[in-house]
T-cell receptor, first 114, second 116 residues
Framework: QKEVEQNSGPLSVPEGAIASLNCTYS??????FFWYRQYSGKSPELIMS????GDKEDGRFTAQLNKASQYVSLLIRDSQPSDSATYLC??????????????FGKGTKLSVKP | EAGVAQSPRYKIIEKRQSVAFWCNPI?????LYWYQQILGQGPKLLIQ????????DSQLPKDRFSAERLKGVDSTLKIQPAKLEDSAVYLC??????????????FGPGTRLTVL
């Protein structure tokens, strides 16, 4: 059973702080890693993707990947109340060449307090 | 650029009834996905189409769910007969390329189904 694990939260941080969201995955063959943000009652939207070990930064967001530990994280710097949402970790698993699909975690609910 | 369109946005039915959902992907996108998202969980892939062919339907409950993508564009997902546990949001997504692993998937607004 291929799994993606996230703490469901809620994770509460004060405005301006760093929010740290974590995700572990079970399949060592996983090739791609995504963070989606989902506001309540809305559909998921992609905020970051990462494919190689290390850090990837995009504005206030930094994704970190450690394939040896099967761990991916998302840091949100200078958190804003508008960042309050559920963050979904998705892992891409290929079953033939580049053919495959995403497995999503249950998501971590983030609340940023003004 | 128009996003992924879905209809209806909400549907309430009795158990054992049938229901159909419609999805229009972003123009030119080759791959279309249907996901089921139960409250408090992440999306679960039901079926993946490339153009009008099925590439993965391993998690589709085929005794009650069916889907088609005619002419490689629009798609419909049908449930017949519905069960209480089918209550969920059904999300349609599309991607430009043919890799379900690396391509960015763009999600539609979803259809919230309630089965009574």
């Amino acid at each position: 059973q291929k799994e993606v694990e996230q703490n469901s939260g809620p994770l509460s941080v004060p405005e301006g702080a760093i929010a740290s969201l974590n995700c572990t995955y079970s399949d060592r063959g996983s090739q791609s890693f995504f963070w989606y943000r989902q506001y309540s009652g809305k559909s998921p939207e992609l905020i970051m993707s990462i494919y190689s070990n290390g850090d990837k930064e995009d504005g206030r967001f930094t994704a970190q990947l450690n394939k040896a530990s099967q761990y991916v994280s998302l840091l949100i710097r200078d958190s804003q109340p508008s960042d309050s949402a559920t963050y979904l970790c998705a892992v891409g698993l290929a079953w033939r060449g580049s053919q495959g699909n995403l497995i999503f975690g249950k998501g971590t609910k983030l609340s940023v307090k003004p | 650029e128009a996003g992924v369109a879905q209809s209806p946005r909400y549907k309430i039915i009795e158990k054992r009834q049938s229901v159909a959902f419609w999805c229009n992907p972003i123009s030119g996108h080759a791959t279309l996905y249907w996901y089921q998202q139960i409250l408090g969980q992440g999306p679960k892939l039901l079926i993946q189409f490339q153009n009008n062919g099925v590439v993965d339907d391993s998690q589709l409950p085929k005794d009650r769910f069916s889907a088609e993508r005619l002419k490689g564009v629009d798609s419909t997902l049908k449930i017949q007969p519905a069960k209480l546990e089918d209550s969920a949001v059904y999300l349609c997504a599309s991607s430009l390329g043919t890799s379900g692993v690396t391509d960015t998937q763009y999600f539609g607004p979803g259809t919230r189904l309630t089965v009574l």
